[in-house]
């Protein structure tokens, strides 16, 4: 199958209302925390804010007018001792506390950054939260009283030439089973009107990057963006006022954040939120909470479908109804078409429609959501040819080896996507992979204090601001598709390989790699770059299998897609692969793996390091040993065994060509490229050329001695440039 749409048709079902998708709110307001009060005064007994403090049951709940009655309170005790437009770092796990401190930092207009407790995080992640409190010239921390001893030793290590005020907000909130009440003073409400983050279009919030591939940068990010993106965002998924959106996204991400709870919260909706922790513990939590509560717009990565699909019983399956569930929004990480085909099949018998299913795509630096598809249409994708596609263009393929490619939508209202040459910036035709280039008005106002990077990622052209995002994709059909990242791009050869179709690609030919826990990232040997994989390998996969089995079915595998086996194989055990606060990989930190000497492998395989032994029995016939004569010329002197497979042990593209060559002088029959491709191991390519040489009624082949002759003969007649052309094709510069 070439192009599909699973399982719905581009176009709107016949029988979805009208009103369904297009009745719209105009939008007036300019200013994100001036909504909240809308709702508080037009609708102050609708329920705005619902929390599932153990996952399940609701231990809190707010109406609009409580929801802002708090927060212009606590609004109004920061600025005792903080000034509108400084920051505060947030340092909360999801749950009421963490939504009315941001609101809080909005109302009073101090710049919010949001973030996560400093002892809920890996060493990794607390250096980051270091990072974000030196880059934000942090004066306020806000956290609870749970996590105050912890965030108080934190912050005395920093060292920070002034030392943040830490204010544990629950302090000054009682919460209870109904509502919440303000510790101080309520008289001071009467100065609602005069906070002064309630006017402006200015910046909200920074939100920090994940750090993927650098040093976290704080994304600016304004009112007038907020606006912008939760509007297209309604646009694009079809949303109601009155819809109920259920989350377990961390509030510090922006998918979290924005996608859950201000597009819930702008447009008078109800948010049921949960912890990320009690998802993880049972991800039945969620589909429970969607539909005990009437969820309509709900959604995450990847990862949380598979899991959903993976670990809930068929008897929580039957007490389900998911039939209210119109926006399963799906993002943050690469999406598979097996994901998305499973968990539709999985619970139909729920009620749940395959055509809810909303595949999109954005960056903290354009607020969040820049692609989405169309209300009620499914998940659509193209089945594309590996090689062309880790050659940098789709080439659409029924072949049984195509990857599959979803499709993350089209651009939003007011938004354009183009696909851009990174080196020369040319805009690239459809079809060819280049760097995703975004415009439009929810593109942030750039980095905060780094006009360098903020130059360098926001250009001007043409009279316009585009935003580089550093993800590389492809136009097809006007519907964008992603390939992965700029920096993490392998150069083999001169060619790009882009690590996310190589992924892809492994996935589906080792089955026995854990499906979106496999990384592939280059090696750089002797200045000349090559292929790592790391790739999580499950623990009952580990008892069946053997390693070594395992890390020649990846190589294997590699040099099929690209031509050239990868030189470092890394089985990791469940769990250990490198990933950022937001879940995306982190290839570039595979490496640093092998440096740490605690960290403990399933299996490991380099080969500039591990002995190479053959596979198979040793050669045997004429041809098997006149075929490994050629193959130690062009690979090295060592012994090869009728099951090593050419490119696994070494060869490449023009190795191949050169082997491909001289089977051909010295055994007289139209070998193919393709061949060698089909046919890699020794023992097979070997009787692949007896059969050419019996088809065509020839001897056998001459001794390898003889051909060594030959071939230095031909040495003596080169000239010294071709010999430099010679030995820089074998080493592959």
């Known amino acids: 199958m070439g192009l599909a749409i699973f399982p719905g048709t581009i176009n709107m079902p016949p029988n979805t209302p009208a009103a369904q998708v297009t009745r719209l709110r105009t939008p007036t307001a300019n200013n994100i925390a001036s909504e909240l009060r809308h709702h508080a005064r037009q609708t102050p007994e609708r329920i705005a804010l619902k929390f599932l403090g153990d996952g399940d049951t609701v231990t809190y709940q707010a109406s609009y007018a409580e929801l802002d009655r708090q927060v212009t309170a606590l609004a109004v005790e920061l600025l005792t001792s903080t000034r509108s437009g400084e920051r505060a770092l947030l340092m909360y796990e999801n749950g009421p506390a963490y939504v009315m401190a941001f609101f809080a930092c909005l109302y009073a207009g101090i710049v919010a950054v949001p973030a996560y407790p400093a002892d809920a995080a890996h060493q990794e992640h607390r250096q ?230 909303y595949c999109c ?81 929810s593109i942030a106002d750039g980095y905060w204090n780094n006009p360098e990077a903020s130059i360098a990622a926001f250009p001007q052209q ?88 395992l890390i020649d079915a990846v190589r294997d595998a590699v040099a099929q897609a690209v031509g050239q086996a990868p030189d470092l194989v890394m089985l990791l055990h469940p769990g250990t692969l490198p990933r950022t606060t937001s879940g995306k990989l982190q290839r570039s930190s595979c490496l640093t793996l092998q440096r740490n000497p605690d960290f403990i492998f399933h299996a490991l395989f380099d080969a500039r390091q591990a002995p190479v032994n053959a596979k198979g029995a040793a050669p045997a016939s004429a041809t098997e040993l006149a075929l490994a004569g050629l193959w130690q010329t062009l690979l090295g002197a060592r012994a090869f065994g009728v099951e090593d497979s050419f490119f696994a042990c070494g060869g490449q593209s023009l190795s191949a060509n050169q082997l491909l060559a001289r089977v051909r002088r010295q055994f007289a029959v139209a070998l193919e490229m393709q061949d060698i491709f089909d046919l890699p191991t020794l023992g097979a390519l070997a009787a692949r050329i007896d059969t050419l040489r019996a088809q065509s009624g020839l001897a056998q082949p001459l001794a390898a001695s003889d051909e060594v002759a030959r071939m230095l003969a031909e040495v003596k007649e080169m000239s010294e440039y071709d010999l430099r052309q010679v030995i820089a094709a074998d080493n592959g510069k």
């Open 128 to 357: 980051r939260l270091q990072s974000m409190a030196r880059d934000a010239q942090t004066a306020l921390v806000l956290t609870d009283l749970a996590h105050l001893p912890h965030t108080a030793v934190w912050l005395q290590a920093l060292q920070l030439p002034r030392l943040p005020r830490l204010i544990a907000t629950d302090d000054l909130i009682k919460t209870t089973d109904t509502g919440a009440e303000f510790a101080p003073d309520t008289d001071q409400l009467t100065t609602r009107q005069e906070l002064p983050g309630m006017a402006h279009s200015g910046l909200a919030f920074l939100q920090y990057t994940s750090g993927s591939t650098s040093t976290p940068k704080g994304v600016r990010v304004t009112h007038a963006n907020l606006i912008a993106n939760t509007q297209a965002m309604r646009d694009s998924m079809g949303l109601r006022d009155t819809d109920v959106t259920v989350s377990w996204l961390p509030l510090y991400h922006d998918m979290g954040l924005i996608g859950a709870m201000l597009q819930s919260l702008r447009w008078g909706g109800c948010l049921v939120l949960m912890t990320g922790a009690h998802f993880q513990e049972s991800p039945a939590r969620w589909l429970k909470a969607i539909s005990r509560h009437g969820g309509a717009h709900s959604g995450g990565p990847d990862f949380a479908f598979r899991m959903c699909v993976e670990r809930l019983s068929d008897s929580t399956l039957k007490s389900l109804n998911l039939s209210q569930w119109r926006v399963a929004f799906c993002a943050s990480e690469p999406v598979r078409a097996k994901t998305m085909h499973s968990f539709a099949s999985r619970f139909a018998a729920a009620g749940f429609d395959a055509r809810a299913l």
């Open 462 to 549: 043409e009279g316009r601001r585009w935003l580089r995002s550093g993800d590389l994709g492809f136009l097809h059909q006007r519907h964008l598709y992603i390939s992965g990242r700029l920096k993490d791009t392998i150069i083999l050869r001169g060619h790009n390989i882009y690590p996310q179709d190589l992924e892809m690609y492994l996935e589906s030919a080792v089955p026995a790699l854990r499906s979106g826990r496999v990384a592939a990232f280059p090696v750089v040997t002797d200045g000349i770059e090559g292929i790592g994989v790391a790739a999580e390998v499950a623990r009952a996969t580990q008892r069946k299998q053997m390693p070594q089995d």
């Open 361 to 441: 795509y954005g960056l903290a630096e354009s607020t969040l959501v820049i692609t989405g598809g169309l209300p009620l249409t499914g998940v659509r994708h193209v089945d594309a040819d590996p090689v062309a596609l880790a050659g940098g263009r789709l080439q659409v393929s029924g072949a049984a080896d195509a990857v599959r490619l979803v499709s993350s939508g089209l651009p939003v209202r007011a938004h354009e996507i183009r696909i851009v040459d990174p080196a020369s910036g040319k805009v690239r035709e459809d079809g060819v992979i280049g760097e995703v280039q975004i415009a439009g008005p």
